[in-house]
């Protein structure tokens, strides 16, 4: 029997998916698991694995194509058996043609419906609309059974602007990041709770681990294990919000903020907490890796229950971070640079590094950010210890 091959729904709230490039070409073999495409969303570019075995057919769907998740774009087939027909069932159950949607554009008039019906409309098309003044009546539906979907909205919106000079378009990351810190900005209540630490033994224990044949450990690899032993202990600074009430997560799932071309990516170190330093290390140095290249995989940006954002390799002396909602909290690392600090009355120049938490209010309160802080200054203090 025929195998579907649907544009996926890797992220909330995603109406379409871009086509970058088939990994199979018409009539190769593939087998359940290995690459078969890739597929840009607002986040990044994903691999997308062969839903079962058999022979690719009947592709609908080319390289740069955008096209409503749940479309079928090609089929897997036994040897020697044809794809089926030319209009097939998405993975909601309706049905939808298989050729690939184009570029959305403005129509002349609104399309032709039936006697008292209106063109449906996604709900987050219907928010773009309302925020920029769009008709929507005036608009040419490019999803499924001529619904009117994000695309549409914002080709409306693109082509009333007049040309900017020296305006950079976002990409997909750009544009995520701006949406995704501007809700968490204007909606989620943030406090922030200020440590600076002595990093000498930090420093110290980057240095014992150094000749070890796995590759030395970061900094940041450091702080990810200690963070996430803290962690431990601390619940509801490991916590989510949600309408609900307080999700206490069971899980510990570090994310590390890293830098690339377009902005920020947040990859995840999935039970930080049970995972020995280098593991981290060779963790940490392959989402990296590959965060760069765009090629992170889903499960690599989700789940995450606590961030960490480090800018020390920047010369920063300290900052506040804004917190990835439904996360409680979100760890600012500033770098370590030599001060004078009063010890036993006297001056002295230690290695000192300052870090920030930042805190929704609906989660945790002062004291217990308080107390986070105060246990991972202890741990770094100690890092062994808690290492071992």
Known sequence: MAISVVMPALEMAQETGKLVSWRKKEGDSVAKGEPLLEVETDKAI??????????????????????????????????????????????????????????PAVAAQAPQQPAGAGPKISPKARR?????????????????????????????????????????????????????????????????????????PLVQAREKFAPRAQGRPSLTDLLVALVARVLTKHPRINASWSPEGIRLNPEINVAVAIAVDEGV?????????????????????????????GRLRPAEIAGATFTLSNLGMYDVDAFSAIIASPQAAILAVGRIADRVVPILGKPVVRPMM???????????????????????????????KWLN
């Open 46 to 103: 994903m691999e997308i694995e062969a839903p079962g075995d058999g022979v690719l057919a009947g592709i609908k769907v080319q390289e740069g194509d955008v096209v409503p998740v749940g479309q079928t774009i090609a089929w897997i087939v036994r040897p020697g058996e044809s794809p089926p027909p030319e209009v097939a069932a998405s993975a909601t159950g309706r049905q939808v043609a298989t050729e690939p949607t184009r570029r």
């Open 128 to 200: 773009l609309a309302r925020e920029h003044g769009v008709d929507l009546n005036s608009l040419r539906g490019s999803g499924p059974d001529g619904a009117i979907v994000t695309e549409d909205v914002l080709a409306a919106v693109e082509s009333t602007r007049a040309p900017i000079n020296n305006l950079q378009k976002l990409g997909p990351v750009g544009r995520l990041m701006a949406e995704r810190t501007t809700a968490s900005w204007t909606t989620v209540p943030h406090f922030f709770v200020v440590r600076e630490v002595d990093a000498s």
């Open 265 to 293: 990516v947040a990859a995840v170190i999935h039970g930080a907490d049970k995972m020995a330093l280098f593991d981290i290390t060779a963790q940490r140095q392959d989402l990296t890796e590959r965060a760069r290249a």
């Open 354 to 384: 300052t870090m920030t938490l930042s805190c929704d209010h609906r989660v945790a309160d002062g004291a217990k950010a308080a107390l986070f802080l105060n246990d991972l200054a202890a741990a770094i203090c100690e890092p062994e």
